[in-house]
């Protein structure tokens, strides 16, 4: 009784079960299912070239799982036959020791194959898309890189003819005009090169940076480069620049990173630290060693960054303060940079007034 | 006189038309709609090469990506392969190579060929010209197929066969 109701419920089911006999041939001990009626006619014939090719496939990696006589069941990959009305028929096999006796059962999957296929449908279909506009918006981001680098090129000349003419003599109402417009030209230079920089920095790869000690940036020398470049440019609004982490080093500390790029940071922050300072101020740039990381800061007297814009002070486009002509792209640049490379960069107030921009890099060490 | 039969492997990243093709090559379909394929599903194409009738047993692999991870186990008895990228997706190449590299064991000496597919849509292609050249080069038998428009995908089956009929002979 109990035989029969296997039997009639294996048959209801679409499944298949077979059982390798002694003299090594496969027998059905089931009904035969649709998808094999279709597929070879229901007299059907014991197995061998006559199963379908997976199938047949998997009772030759069944007949030697059995031989190994490994304990634990073998299970196929779906895989779906196709009868001639086009009907797919999603299955999966699985051979296991009962008893003694060596069996394979062939499920009919259905439901649960369309819900795999759509979820992995879905899922497939989400990453082509994703792939595609990544490769769009790559697209039009070296467009635009191209425009901007176009940009670049007239204005060093138009920079370098007022500044001939900023030179030469003429009467002081000309001079202030000459200034003025000389001071926007080397504004729209520093935008275009922050752009630029942003630019480099977002399809740069990993790669592109050292880890390895005998390559990586020596921190001191970018600081000792960066605070010659820019002690005349602070000299000039009267603002103060000082280091006594630089006047105290002895050594270098090398950090994983790049080195013109990390001089790009340093340099970003310092500009910003100018932008906000007011003659007679002090900017402040200190940097200390631990075992695996350095910390830099960067210190002014400025106003600070209104309390309403910190969450989204690293962020493209944002500027604290009047913009006074810059793209708000500098901080973005220094968090995307310093997070390529491990590190991090933060930002916190100072007390009556001020900034302090917090760098933390990793240091670059051998093995 | 009995066909040969040869199983031939499609193997690929998803999406990047090898179902597609064998629908093609069987049963001069296309369907613009993707379908994914789940394990693996087999067709059969019955020719006559010089006189010589074979039946062909196309093994349509899933294509291999983070969900679905290829078994050497389907690839068992094979007598040739296509590794199938799309020409529209430059790392699709990359990974075609990577299991042709990974199969070879299984595969043995079988004939295969490097089909890039989506030929119709040339003007999308990444895969630049010196890049097909390079392979042809280092002995890879490479053609770029269209399974919408049925560029080379007769060809390529025939020059498998062909290649699959050879080796028999050998």
Redesign the interface.
């Known amino acids: 009784m109990a035989k029969d109701v296997a039997h009639e419920l294996l048959g209801e089911l679409e499944w298949l079960v077979l059982e390798l006999g002694p003299n090594g041939v496969w027998t059905r001990r089931s009904h035969a299912p649709k998808w094999l009626v279709e597929h070879r006619g229901e007299a059907g014939g014991p197995g061998g070239d006559e199963w379908p090719p997976f199938l047949a496939t998997f009772l030759d990696e069944a007949r030697e799982h059995f031989t190994r006589g490994v304990a634990a069941p073998l299970r196929s990959l779906m895989w779906c036959e196709v009868t001639p009305d086009g009907r797919e028929w999603p299955l999966q096999a699985s051979a296991l020791d009962v008893g003694g006796r060596r069996l394979v059962f062939v499920e009919w999957l259905d439901e649960r194959y369309a819900e795999l296929r759509a979820i992995l449908q879905r899922a497939r279909q989400t990453t082509l898309e994703f792939d595609s506009l990544h490769r769009e918006v790559l697209k039009k981001e070296v467009l635009l890189h191209c425009i901007v680098h176009d940009l670049k090129s007239p204005l060093a000349g138009i920079v370098g003819s007022l500044s001939l003419l900023a030179d030469g003599e003429q009467d002081a109402a000309r001079r202030e005009l000459v200034a003025i417009a000389l001071e926007s030209a080397r504004r729209q230079e520093v935008m275009i090169r922050q752009v630029l920089d942003v630019f480099a920095s977002e399809l740069s790869t990993s790669q592109s940076f050292a880890r390895d000690p005998r390559e990586a940036p020596d921190l001191v020398e970018s600081v000792r480069s960066v605070l010659q470049a820019y002690g005349p440019v602070f000299q000039r609004r009267s603002v103060g620049l000082t280091s006594r982490s630089l006047a105290a080093s002895r050594a270098p500390i090398r950090v994983v990173g790049r080195a013109d790029r990390l001089e790009r940071v340093l340099a970003n922050l310092l500009e910003n630290a100018l932008r906000h300072s007011d003659a007679g101020d002090e900017v402040e740039l200190e940097f200390v060693a631990a075992a695996q990381s350095v910390e830099l800061t960067i210190s002014d007297r400025g106003p600070g960054v209104p309390e309403t814009i910190r969450a989204t002070l690293f962020q493209k486009f944002v500027q604290s303060g009047p913009s006074r002509g810059v793209a708000g792209l500098g901080l973005f640049y220094c968090k995307n940079t310093l997070e390529q490379w491990g590190g991090a960069i933060g930002y916190e107030p100072r007390e009556p007034k001020g900034s302090t921009f917090r760098v933390a890099l990793n240091r670059a060490l051998a093995g | 006189m009995t066909p040969t039969r040869v199983?031939v492997c499609m193997l690929g990243s998803?999406?990047v038309g090898k179902t597609s093709l064998v629908q093609r090559y069987v049963k001069s379909l296309f369907s613009e709609r993707?379908?994914?394929?789940?394990?693996?599903?087999?067709?059969k194409k019955e020719l006559v090469i010089d006189g010589r009738p074979l039946t062909i047993?196309l093994?349509d692999l899933y294509?291999e990506?983070e969900?679905?991870k290829l078994?050497a186990?389907?690839l068992?008895?094979a007598h040739g392969a296509f590794f199938v990228a799309d020409g529209t997706?430059a790392q699709s190449v990359d990974h075609a190579l990577e299991l042709a590299e990974r199969f070879a064991p299984d595969l043995g000496d079988g004939p295969r060929i490097l089909l890039v597919n989506k030929h119709d849509l040339a003007a999308q292609w990444?895969v630049r010209d010196e890049t097909l050249a390079r392979l042809r080069a280092k002995g890879w038998l490479v053609l770029c197929t269209s399974a919408k428009d049925g560029e080379n995908v007769e060809r390529a089956f025939e020059l498998l066969a062909r290649a699959m009929l050879e080796r028999e002979s050998d």
């Open positions: 199983k998803f999406a993707y379908q994914t394929t789940i394990g693996v599903q087999i067709d047993m093994w294509g990506d969900f679905q078994s186990s389907f068992r008895g997706r990444e």
